[in-house]
T-cell receptor, first 109, second 114 residues
Framework: GQNIDQPTEMTATEGAIVQINCTYQ??????LFWYQQHAGEAPTFLSY????GLEEKGRFSSFLSRSKGYSYLLLKELQMKDSASYLC??????????FGSGTKLNVKP | DTEVTQTPKHLVMGMTNKKSLKCEQH?????MYWYKQKAKKPPELMFV???????INESVPSRFSPECPNSSLLNLHLHALQPEDSALYLC?????????????FGPGTRLTVT
């Protein structure tokens, strides 16, 4: 079966750095994706990792370790608008896409 | 153009009604998806179309009937729904259905079944 775990909720302060972890166990792996979803809106794509290592994109970075079944999303210089849910998702070998339950990030002043 | 559009934005229907949700993309993507999302839960995959053919049906009840008239359009036909089917229905598309490409999501249709 598929199992993708993320913390349910996190709180951080404006200007700080926060790391959101994701662990996964899936039958087949074609890449790990991070999405941001504001309440009542559609998910928007943030990053994709298929090889081990760190991918940096502005204030957002994502890391993958395939041997450990582990990824994290790093958000730097937090802004109030970063308050949202962050979804980890895995593409498997069977054309399927599985989402974790999401981490709700609260950014406080 | 990296936009996926969905209509309608909101839909209220009775349990005996028949309605359809529509989704459109013009990015040349060959995979399109329907997801269902309940409040405070992640999206759940319902259907995957690859090159206009249904490739995955995640054991969705037959009261939901997908249709892909062409490579840009995806419909979801609804009939005899239950109140528990009330949710946000998201359409998405990706370059292909290999699982290696990001999915672009539409804004969703918020469905209420009364």
């Amino acid at each position: 079966g598929q199992n993708i775990d993320q913390p349910t909720e996190m709180t951080a302060t404006e200007g700080a750095i926060v790391q959101i972890n994701c662990t996964y166990q899936t039958s087949g792996f074609n890449g790990l994706f991070w999405y941001q979803q504001h309440a009542g809106e559609a998910p928007t794509f943030l990053s994709y990792n298929v090889l081990d290592g760190l991918e940096e994109k502005g204030r957002f970075s994502s890391f993958l370790s395939r041997s450990k079944g582990y990824s994290y999303l790093l958000l730097k210089e937090l802004q109030m608008k970063d308050s949202a849910s962050y979804l980890c998702a895995v593409g498997d070998n069977f054309n399927k896409f599985y989402f974790g339950s999401g981490t709700k990030l609260n950014v406080k002043p | 153009d990296t936009e996926v559009t969905q209509t309608p934005k909101h839909l209220v229907m009775g349990m005996t009604n028949k309605k359809s949700l529509k989704c459109e993309q013009h990015m040349g993507h060959r995979a399109m998806y329907w997801y269902k999302q309940k409040a405070k839960k992640p999206p759940e995959l319902m259907f995957v179309y690859s090159y206009e053919k249904l490739s995955i049906n995640e054991s969705v009840p037959s009261r939901f009937s997908p249709e892909c008239p062409n490579s840009s359009l995806l419909n979801l036909h609804l009939h005899a729904l239950q109140p528990e089917d009330s949710a946000l229905y998201l359409c998405a598309s990706s370059q292909d259905a290999s699982g290696k490409n990001e999915q672009y999501f539409g804004p969703g249709t918020r469905l209420t079944v009364t």
